[in-house]
């Protein structure tokens, strides 16, 4: 089966630039996650969702990130505009449902520097 | 907040030695424990997990853990290790039932040295 997909594996901007990033999951998983992988530190939760709903965006810095779901199935996350210590990288992980039980599969990831 | 630490940042072995990889978390109730791996140039996936039962829980690769509720502990063991083993190794903790997140430890690079 194929993987959780992400695009695109590298980007360099500038601080007060915007960026996106997408992520397609596991055919049939319902639950998406966003995460953040600073240098040396691991994963964060960014924002979770369960199909297109949003069920914990507690770690998500709203005044510059925002992420979203239509339609259930692919997601983009999006910030604007950029800082330096927006440098990471930003991992996309589906599940089949949202519980804690449910294996989590990770995508590659995008690599993000803010110069 | 949940909290996981990782103690060894960075662990260099030979083959063949024997691997014991510390995990400390800081909730006192009921928890769900992972650990994930990511081999150079791959994804994050899934070693080992415990849920309930037996503590002595055992992952892919010859890889076990042991979840001793005490010490709040989920140490990672291999008795022999290989290159292939090479590696960031991150312990992770949630709580049982609903949308529970995962939080993840600080990991520890191994390095296995033919």
């Known amino acids: 089966e194929a993987g959780v997909a992400q695009s695109p594996r590298y980007k360099i901007i500038e601080k007060r630039q915007s960026v996106a990033f997408w992520c397609n999951p596991i055919?049939?998983?319902?639950?998406l996650y966003w995460y953040q992988q600073i240098l040396g530190q691991g994963p964060k939760l960014l924002i979770q969702?369960?199909?297109?709903?949003?069920?914990?965006d507690s770690q998500l810095p709203k005044d510059r990130f925002s992420a979203e779901r239509l339609k259930g199935v692919d997601s983009t996350l999006k910030i604007q505009p950029a800082k330096l210590e927006d440098s990471a990288v930003y991992l996309c992980?589906?599940?089949?449902?949202?519980?804690?039980?449910?294996?989590?599969?990770f995508g590659p990831g995008t690599r993000l520097t803010v110069l | 907040a949940q909290s996981v630490s990782q103690h060894n940042h960075h662990v260099i072995l030979s083959e063949a030695a024997s691997l014991e990889l510390g995990c400390n978390y800081s909730?006192?109730?009921?928890?769900?424990l992972f650990w994930y791996v990511q081999y150079p140039g791959q994804h994050l996936q899934l070693l080992l997990k415990?849920?309930?039962?037996?503590?002595l829980v055992k992952g892919i690769k010859g890889f076990e853990a042991e979840f001793i509720k005490s010490k709040f502990s989920f140490n990672l063991r291999k008795p022999s290790v290989q290159w292939s083993d090479t590696a960031e190794y991150f312990c992770?903790?949630?709580?049982?039932?609903?949308?529970?997140?995962?939080?993840f430890g600080t990991g520890t690079k191994l390095q296995v040295i033919p």
């Open positions: 992980a589906s599940s089949l449902q949202a519980d804690s039980y449910n294996e989590q599969f």
């Open positions: 992770a903790v949630n709580h049982p039932g609903g949308y529970q997140k995962v939080t």
């Open positions: 969702f369960q199909n297109n709903g949003v069920v914990d």
């Open positions: 909730y006192g109730g009921t928890v769900n």
């Open positions: 415990y849920f309930s039962g037996d503590p």
């Open positions: 055919s049939g998983h319902a639950t």
